[in-house]
């Protein structure tokens, strides 16, 4: 059963699957504008506005990221749309969704627990509206959710109900507890276009939290 949780709440990962070796972060969304509604006019033509706004679908680019940090904060590699594999091989980004169309996940961000380097203490996901003159305000039906990369098991849900002028959101963390995984969820605002200029967001709340 899918757990969901809210802003820094957080459970170990063994309690929800018997096996888990590989985990995906998956990433969905919608996105619109808003457009003053046309009246009158020949064939919808040189009409009027009401003063009234409607929702308009909209192509908006959020890239998920992903920032492998130590127990310090210190962000030892970003994995991201321009960069896909990690020089370790264990975290894997299948790739750009430019539009944010269609069911599901629109990106995907794989990571082998079992083989990443010891100095690895947090996975941190990272989301980042990367189209000029788009904020969180543009976006809606967000969420991010973590499932088992060996039998597709959802094990975590969280929706990113965060609607702002902000450009980027720390969505969540995995990290070392204890011989265990424990997932986080962070839901931190933010600003940035690129998952670069997160990492200073990205630190301060691991050194917060642990």
Partial sequence: MTISLKKNQGIS???????????????????????????GGIFGMFGSTTGKKKKVPMDVDLDASCLLMDKNGN???????????????????????????????????????????????????????????????????????????????????????????HTAIVMAKVSRMNGDWQFTSLLEPCDGRTVGQVIPVAKKIIKQQG
Avoid at 83 to 92: E, G, H
Avoid at 126 to 153: H, I, T
């Fill in 75 to 165: 962000a030892l590699e970003s994995i991201y749309f321009n960069k896909l594999t990690s020089r370790c091989k264990n975290v894997k980004h299948t790739g750009d969704n430019r539009t944010g169309d269609g069911d599901g996940d629109d990106e995907q961000i794989k990571v082998n627990l079992e083989s990443l380097p010891s100095n690895v203490e947090h996975v941190v996901f990272v989301v980042n509206a990367f189209s000029r003159n788009v904020s969180f305000n543009n976006v809606e039906n967000a969420f991010c959710r973590l499932f088992n990369g060996r039998d597709g098991k959802e094990m975590v849900r969280t929706e990113l109900d965060a609607s702002g002028t």
């Fill in 13 to 39: 990962l063994s309690k929800t699957t018997n096996s888990l070796s590989t985990v995906v972060m998956g990433l969905g969304w919608d996105a619109f504008m808003m457009k003053e509604v046309k009246i």
